[in-house]
Nanobody
Framework: QVQLVESGGGLVQPGGSLRLSCAASGPFFSINDMSWYRQAPGKQRELVAAITGGGTTNYADSVKGRFTISGDNAKNTLYLQMNSLKVEDTAVYYC??????????????WGQGTQVTVSS
């Protein structure tokens, strides 16, 4: 029943910015972990940024200082603000939600992905 829909991807020049959104719908608890992953062509999917239900954030070394993950609980929406974009950031970005019950991972949901292309 949980659905994640990413948006905001597109083409941007190096040094530019994009703001990705992930709209969540369906039944889920507020105490969840959400994150952004990305997968570049020919490469493994990697964790970009994560945020816990308590607001603790974590970033991949490659994006620290440039990306910011945040959420709007009222709108059930996750964001990824991407600044100072590099060509290496080109990838499909995926929204992920991990639902925990009693400290145990109960469900793991994924969005369909949104393409981010950084090119001059």
């Amino acid at each position: 029943q949980v659905q994640l829909v990413e948006s905001g991807g597109g083409l941007v020049q190096p040094g530019g910015s994009l703001r990705l959104s992930c709209a969540a719908s369906g039944p889920f608890f507020s105490i969840n972990d959400m994150s952004w992953y990305r997968q570049a062509p020919g490469k493994q999917r990697e964790l970009v940024a994560a945020i816990t239900g308590g607001g603790t954030t974590n970033y991949a070394d490659s994006v620290k200082g440039r990306f910011t993950i945040s959420g709007d609980n009222a709108k059930n929406t996750l964001y990824l603000q991407m600044n100072s974009l590099k060509v290496e950031d080109t990838a499909v970005y995926y929204c992920n939600l991990k639902m925990f019950l009693g400290g145990v991972l109960a469900r793991d949901y994924w969005g369909q992905g949104t393409q981010v292309t950084v090119s001059s």
